[in-house]
C-alpha cells in the first residue's frame, strides 16, 4: 500500500492494480481482430466476445456482427466463439451449417470444460456453482448435461439430489467471488461430506487478484467505482467485495460521464478499479474526470504483476504475440 500522503485537499485516489485485461480477454480480443484482418468483415461472433459494452461497439464498428446464436450465420460464414466458451451442441451446429469457426474461449474456462468431461467419465455427479444464465455456465454445464447441476443460490444447495454421496464433485464458474464460492461449497459439504474438490482452483488468477486488490484498499475508501458492464460478473463481483471489505458506498458504470456527482459528496478517498475485460483507456477517462473535480493526487495499489499471455488460436498464429489495440 503507498503511504504517500493525501493532497493538501484531502482528496486521493487509490488506483488497484492489477485491473483490467486479462489474458484470456486480450486473446479473444485479439482474436477477433486478427481474424478481420486475415479474412476482412464481416466476422460473426457468438454473443458478446467478452462482457464489455466499449468493446463491443468497437469492434462492431470494424466489421464483426454479433449474433446469440449460431442458428443467425449465414452458411459457410466465419464464426468466432467467444471467452466464455460454447457447449459441444454448439460445435456440432456450427459443422452441420458448414461455419468456419474460431474458438476464442478462455484456456482458464477450457481448463473447467475438460474437468466436467474427466468427472463424467468417471460417473460423478458434478456440482456446478455459477450463475444462472451466464454464457460460461451454459457452454460447462453442456459438456454433460445429464451429470451437471447448476448450484446458484443457497436455495440450491438444498435441491442437490445426487445418486451416490461418495461421488460428488464441486467445479466453479471461472469469474465468480472467491468468498462467495468458499460459502457455497461449505453449505454444499454439510449436505455432502464426501464432497470432491476441484484439481486444482476453478476461479481464474486474474478474477482472483482484482478482487484482492480491491480488499486491500476497500477499507480506506469512501467511495469505490469499479469500472465495468453490468453483464460482466467479475466486475459486478468486484462491486460486492469492495462493500464487504469495508468502503462505504460503491458503484459500477461503464464510462467517466455516468459518474453520479451526488456519489461524490463529503468523500476525500476514491478507489477505482476495473474488471477483466476492460480496457483501461476507459479507466484513464475516469481518472481525468476526477482530476478535473479536485482528485488529482492517484497512488497505485499493486498487490500482484501479472506476466501470464495465452497463445492465439492456431488458425490466427503468425510466430509474434499480438497485443489487443482495443486497450
Known sequence: MSTASPTSNGKRVLLAKPRGYCAGVDRAVVTVEKALEKYGPPVYVRKEIVHNKYVVDTLRKRGVIFVDETSEVPEGSLVVFSAHGVSPAVHAEAEERNLRTI????????KVHKEVNRFARDDYDILLIGHEGHEEVEGTAGEAPDR????????????????????VVWLSQTTLSVDETMERVNQLKERFPELADPPSDDICYATSNRQFAVKTMAAEC???LVVGSQNSSNSKRLVEVALQAGARDAHLIDYAHELDEKWLEGVETIGVT????????LVMELLEKLAERGWEDVQEVT???????????????????ARSSVR
Not at 474458438?103 to 477450457?110: Q, Y
Not at 447441476?149 to 451416490?164: A, G, H, S, W, Y
Request: charged content about 30%.
Open 222 to 224: 469512501d467511495l469505490v
Open 303 to 321: 498487490t500482484a504483476n501479472e506476466k501470464i499471455t495465452f497463445a492465439l488460436p492456431r488458425e490466427l498464429r503468425d510466430g509474434g504475440r
Open 148 to 167: 451437471v447441476q447448476l448450484v446458484d443460490t443457497p436455495e440450491d444447495v438444498d435441491k442437490v439430489t445426487v445418486r451416490d454421496p461418495s461421488k
Open 103 to 110: 474458438d476464442a474461449t478462455c484456456p482458464l474456462v477450457t
Open 274 to 281: 476495473s474488471g477483466a475485460s476492460v480496457p483501461d483507456v
